[in-house]
């Protein structure tokens, strides 16, 4: 079996969210790694699943928890990736990017206002994607790992609206913390995600 093992994430580069708040909140996804090598173990060394049941079984409970697992890894390593201050948002040096928040959004101020309201509205993930369906950008919220997901949709920026990823520094105040965070966003990491895609073959 191969084992999946945690990335590191230096945090030098945040500003205003603690070393506390992110060190406690890499741990919640440790957990999710060592949960999601749990579950493969199982699934693989389990030659048969005879009882399986769409009401209750043991098969049920590894599906349902290896995409509950699975996805939170995806999602927080690639919020904690988009978290840092080093690289903000640049019209002149990311013109692709920028082009396509003009063309979907009618540029960075309406879309930054519509991806903060959508984070007061939904209790998970905000996730902004190029999907290829129609090859534009679209704001997606979610409210736990495994719902409200878009198969194949491309996700260039994400932001973890639970409470664990806030409380410790900001209370209840979801919306300081992500005011906080637009302006820790890494927008080198968002770029690289959209010349990532540009790479890819689109599928058939």
Do not use: C
């Amino acid at each position: 079996m191969s084992v999946y093992y945690p990335k590191r994430y230096g945090f030098h580069r945040v500003r205003g969210i603690s070393r506390s708040q992110l060190e406690q909140h890499y741990q919640l996804y440790v957990g999710y790694v060592n949960k999601w090598n749990e579950i493969q173990k199982i699934l693989e060394q389990t030659p048969e699943f005879p009882q399986a049941n769409a009401t209750f079984s043991l098969l049920r409970g590894l599906q349902k928890g290896q995409s509950y697992a699975l996805n939170g890894i995806k999602l927080h390593e690639l919020y904690f990736g988009n978290l840092g201050a080093g690289h903000p948002y640049d019209p002149e040096r990311f013109r692709e990017l920028a082009h396509l928040l003009r063309r979907d959004f009618a540029g960075y101020e309406v879309f930054s206002r519509r991806f903060m309201e959508t984070a007061q509205a939904v209790r998970g993930w905000v996730v902004l994607a190029l999907d290829p369906i129609d090859r534009r950008l679209h704001i997606y919220g979610s409210d736990a790992h495994d719902e409200g997901s878009i198969w194949l949709a491309w996700p260039l920026l994400v932001l973890d609206v639970y409470e664990h990823a806030y409380m410790i520094d900001f209370g209840i105040n979801r919306q300081e913390y992500v005011k906080v965070f637009m302006q820790n966003i890494d927008w080198a990491v968002v770029n690289n995600r959209l010349r990532a895609y540009y790479h890819l073959a689109m599928p058939q």
